[in-house]
């Protein structure tokens, strides 16, 4: 293992987030501060509770899930696909490194940023609603989880990429719908039942509704089917990457 | 001693259908350096992308240091500092985090003091606050240099290193390789400035086509292909050359006031004597006489024209 290289990729990774400061910290939190007032205050203050949650915590988890998937996706594909752009990329193949090791410097970075700016909406959170975690670790091992396996996903979408259109098409067509659609904002049982059966196809409900499980114990799907759903996804993007380890698909042609 | 590089039977065919190298084999030895000539398109680049491990060969091998580029990557690509061709730099990277960057990459510890000489013996050094974006395009080029060198390689692949840079750097490129090749580094250099190759490097390879079409120590070949042409200034210019120098193979010039002949020095006659003694036969009056050696330059153009 090139522990010196996974070292250097990550920190060179970190830079640049300390140096894009304002756009990729302050923005995301501004972004979910106008959610809260939004629904939290302004909408929330007319919806009563649900399942016993009021609304503004009740979206909450949610949110968190929106921000986390998106800046995870977004830092992962961006972190690879910058260097293929530029050329770059050159020195990361010429280098003594496995693609573990680049998977490794690359979606740790990724995971990293998107969990500082989860964490960091979470206490943004804190100040707009009463919030209490019902099992930290619970809470803990699904943010991490996540925030994984959508950076691992963004890397994919960054090595599969060939312009910026189609980077960014993932993180901005397709993520939205799913989030929003995914009971971030209501749970699912509030929909008519043909709804709520297409719902479960999406596979974001799973990740809201278990996160926000181990916040207020309430969820639309069993938080164990939840894990489950994390883990496979998880599992299906390791086998592609690495089919793409070996056939060097749009790396080393 | 076995070779530092080992390419045997090297095919390279992208997707494309695009045949880039065609059977290509070559030791190169350590301590020396080799440069690589052809036009564009030649297949130097790919050749230099299979050995640095950035492009997968289709077929046959290579041996770094004895290890295998595929299979034994981390070894080879140890022992390897690459100097693309194209500009590429992180715009917003310094030049100090960007070459320190580099040398992690390669699994070496932090060493600052290795960093900085680098950056100085390349005239770098009071730019490593600077942002690459800052740069010119000479400058880059330099940074380029340090970033390959920041690991230490034992051999270090030039890919056409002074297109587009001025002659400064070029002086001061040239003098960073003749210390490298001090410490034994081993150089493949590709250039189109034939000259170049003329000057530093000890062996020349000619590439077209995807193949190698010949490697060869320098002076063995520019005695073996080196040709020299005898200019023959007249007194008075003739109008065509006279009927009984006809089998030489003569060229008319300057309005008739100069005849050029073309011998090989490695030929067991020049034909010299007896063309001078014919001409003195014809009357023929000579003003001055000048011999000239042909160029690296104009052996590539015949071997690559000659085969093209």
């Known amino acids: ?41 302004a909408v929330g203050s007319r919806i009563q509770e649900i399942d016993g949650v009021s609304y503004g915590a009740f979206i909450t988890p949610g949110l968190i899930m929106l921000t986390l998937l998106t800046q995870c996706i977004g830092n992962g594909s961006f972190g690879i696909y910058f260097p293929k752009f530029t050329g770059t990329v050159y020195e990361l193949l010429s280098s003594p490194v496995s693609m573990t090791e680049i998977v490794l410097g690359y979606v740790g970075a990724a995971a990293t940023k998107g969990m500082m700016i989860g964490l960091i909406i979470l206490a943004t959170a804190w100040m707009f609603v009463d919030l209490s975690i019902a099992h930290p670790f619970v809470m803990l091992l699904f943010f991490v989880l996540t925030a994984v396996t959508f950076s691992l996903f963004g890397f994919i979408i960054g090595i599969w990429a060939k312009d910026f259109e189609q980077l960014n098409l993932i993180p901005m067509l397709v993520i939205p719908p799913l989030v929003f659609l995914g009971g971030s904002f209501y749970s699912v049982n509030m929909l008519p039942p043909f709804w709520q059966a297409v719902s479960h196809f999406n596979p974001v409900l799973y990740l809201i509704s278990g996160f926000r499980w181990s916040f207020f114990e309430i969820a639309d799907v069993n938080p164990v089917v939840s894990f489950a759903i994390i883990i496979a996804f998880l599992a299906v993007l390791m086998g592609l990457l690495t089919w793409i380890f070996k056939t060097g698909y749009r790396l080393r042609n | 001693m076995a070779p530092i590089v080992s390419v045997s039977n090297l095919v390279k065919t992208y997707a494309s259908g695009f045949q880039a190298l065609k059977d290509v084999s070559l030791d190169i030895e350590e301590g020396e350096i080799l440069a690589l000539l052809g036009p564009n398109g030649a297949g130097k680049t790919t050749l230099i992308s299979i050995i640095c491990g950035i492009v997968n060969p289709s077929s046959g091998t290579v041996l770094v240091g004895g290890h295998d580029v595929v299979k034994d990557f981390r070894a080879t690509r140890s022992m390897i500092g690459l100097v693309p061709q194209e500009l590429t730099t992180d715009q917003f990277e310094t030049v100090w985090n960007t070459v320190s960057f580099s040398r992690g990459l390669h699994g070496k510890k932090p060493n600052p003091a290795h960093i900085e000489k680098v950056l100085k013996d390349l005239s770098l050094f009071d730019k ?40 400064n750097l070029r002086k001061d490129m040239w003098k960073v390789v003749e210390k490298l090749r001090e410490t034994g580094v081993t150089i493949i250099l590709t250039t189109h400035y034939i000259e170049e190759a003329e000057e530093i490097a000890d062996r020349v390879g000619v590439i077209n086509g995807g193949k190698i079409l010949l490697i060869e120590q320098k002076k063995d070949l520019m005695k073996k292909l080196g040709r020299k042409q005898l200019r023959i200034d007249l007194q008075e210019p003739l109008p065509a050359i006279p009927e009984t120098l006809s089998s030489y193979d003569l060229k008319i010039e300057d309005d008739g006031h100069s005849l050029i002949y073309d011998y090989d020095t490695s030929g067991e006659r020049t034909g010299i004597t007896t063309l001078l003694t014919a001409l003195a036969e014809a009357g023929i009056r000579l003003k001055d006489i000048s011999t000239r050696q042909s160029s690296l330059e104009d052996i590539f153009v015949e071997l690559v024209g000659a085969r093209a």
Not at chain 1, 27 to 35: E, K, Q
Not at chain 2, 134 to 161: N, Q, T, W, Y
């Open chain 2, 128 to 167: 490593k606050d600077n942002m690459l974006r800052e740069l010119s395009g000479g400058m880059k080029r330099r940074v380029l240099i340090a970033k390959a060198l920041s690991h230490e390689p034992r051999v270090l692949f030039l890919d056409e290193p002074t297109a587009g840079v001025d002659v």
């Open chain 1, 1 to 41: 293992m090139n522990l010196e290289a996974v070292k250097s990729i990550y920190f060179f990774e970190m830079a640049r987030t300390r140096r894009t400061l304002l756009q990729s910290v302050v923005s995301p939190v501004i972004s979910t501060s106008l959610y809260f007032i939004v629904f939290g205050a």
